[in-house]
């Protein structure tokens, strides 16, 4: 950065061209949008049209360049544009984008993957965290010849009908956790029980337990803001799952090769059934995977009755990119001083929340970090709810204004990338000193 670029001076808040683009994409694209948190529907404004991205920084159509934590949703772990993925992605272009048959990095990606996960032996790779969610869900169902799931208030498991239900991410940042189209049948067979109460869980259990195929959870929660699993709560989710011949499934779409090599299962060392990924595996293609032991996924189409399928399922561009993000992500000490800068932005957040006398509770893990306003940690969806989304909102332009790109929305968690450096983190840290003194 230079010195002008890491000034908080609101030097990003004019954008002429983002308007104009915006204006002709509404046009077109459905609230001109292809993924509803983008459109700022909560946060009010214009969006900004994004030009390019490189490294930790986005820079937009009027050439504002901004520090990125939202690193397009988790996926460049690495940086955006990093030399060696783009160098495995141009070689594996040339030699096609789509196969729609085997190839050797489906391999070699899969093998990476499962020698993270303890338990684990085969993976299904597929396009986006939806489809692995769902897919997996159709498994456990399969599997156990039950039908009810449970899920927790504003988890959010990507938008297969079954989950579409008390959902966090863009459903609670529009007001809509419960879609209309979901038909009550659907809606009636998953069962909605607070994040963080294991309680609540071993009652469902102790009325249902027979009915029950899986319950499925994200290790950390990241689309209701960030909010940790409480002690003991994954760990008497692993004890109801075993004991009533549930499947237990980790989304860890989010956290998998974010929070730590392999994802939160390696943290809190619980072995789910069924882990769902996508983003980082990916590097930024859209890559996402199921994977479990083999008496789970050998009852997945060919081998057996379970069916799911996908023309650009296993796509070796995708897979290129997902095997140097990971290749890069293995190296020593990479999550360790990845944690240690995200851990520095979110203690500087807080700082900068008590400076302007404002309630600003921050945590973190890996490279991945939230901050909500609101005196205490948030545990569930309820508490998220209650947290300052209107202070939120100022406090989100007014970064924007000064250069940092946040998600738009409360309801999310945020990223830190490897090619972020600490007087990176130190500009947002001074931004957000600045932002809060304009706002709250
Ligand atoms: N569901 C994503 C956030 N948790 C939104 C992705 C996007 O809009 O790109």
């Known amino acids: 950065m230079t010195t002008e670029q890491s000034s908080v001076a609101r030097t990003c808040a ?3 061209r983002s308007e104009a683009a915006f204006a ?11 993924s509803p948190v983008r459109a700022f529907g909560s946060v009010g404004g214009t969006p900004v049209t994004v030009a390019r991205a490189h ?11 901004y520090i990125d934590l939202v690193g397009t949703w988790g996926p460049a772990i690495v940086g955006h544009a990093h030399p060696a993925v783009l160098d495995a992605v141009r070689e594996a272009a040339e030699r096609g984008l789509s196969f729609g048959a085997p190839c050797e990095d489906e391999t070699r990606l899969g093998e990476l993957v499962l020698s993270a996960l303890p338990g684990h032996d085969r993976i299904r790779f597929v396009n986006s965290g939806t489809e692995a969610c769902m897919s997996a869900i159709r498994l456990a169902r399969a599997a156990t010849g039950r039908q009810k799931i449970v899920k927790f208030a504003g988890n959010y498991h990507g938008h297969s009908d079954s989950m579409l239900v008390a959902a966090g991410s863009g459903a609670a940042t529009h007001g809509v956790p419960t879609s209309p189209g979901v038909s009550q049948a659907t809606a009636a067979g998953t069962v909605v029980v607070a ?8 009652r469902v259990f102790a009325e249902i337990g027979p009915d029950i195929a899986a319950v499925v959870v994200e290790p950390v929660a990241g689309n209701m803001g960030f909010v940790p699993p409480v002690g003991g709560f994954l760990q008497r989710l692993r004890e109801l799952c075993t004991a009533h011949g549930a499947v237990l499934i980790f989304d860890e779409v989010m956290t998998g090769f974010r929070v730590a090599w392999g994802g939160y299962q390696r943290v809190c060392g619980i072995r789910p059934d069924l882990t769902c990924l996508g983003k980082v595996i990916g590097g930024g293609m859209p890559v996402a995977a199921y994977a479990g032991p083999a008496r789970l996924m050998d009852q997945v189409s060919p081998l057996g009755p379970v069916y799911q399928a996908g023309t650009l399922s296993g796509n070796p561009v995708g897979m290129a990119a997902g095997l140097a993000t990971l290749g890069i992500c293995k190296a020593e000490g990479f999550y360790d001083r990845l944690g240690l800068l995200t851990a520095r932005l979110a203690d500087g957040l807080a700082g900068a929340g008590r400076g302007a006398g404002v309630a600003v509770s921050t945590g973190s893990l890996g490279g991945m970090f939230g901050f909500s306003f609101s005196a205490e940690p948030v545990r569930n969806f309820a508490e998220a709810q209650a947290c300052d989304h209107k202070l939120f909102n100022r406090f989100f332009h007014a970064m924007l204004d000064r250069g940092v790109w946040l998600a738009p929305s409360g309801y999310e968690a945020a990223f830190v990338s490897a090619a972020h450096t600490e007087a990176d983190i130190d500009a947002v840290i001074g931004a957000a000193a600045d932002a809060l003194a304009e706002v709250a």
């Not at 002709?24 to 292809?34: I, M, S």
């Not at 490294?55 to 360049?65: N, P, S, T, V």
Request: hydrophobic fraction near 35%; charge should be negative.
């Open 55 to 65: 490294g930790a920084y986005i820079e937009d159509l009027d050439g504002h360049r």
């Open 24 to 34: 002709r994409a509404r046009e077109v694209l459905v609230g001109g949008v292809n």
């Open 14 to 16: 004019s954008r002429p």
């Open 195 to 202: 994040y963080n109460d294991a309680d609540a869980v071993a």
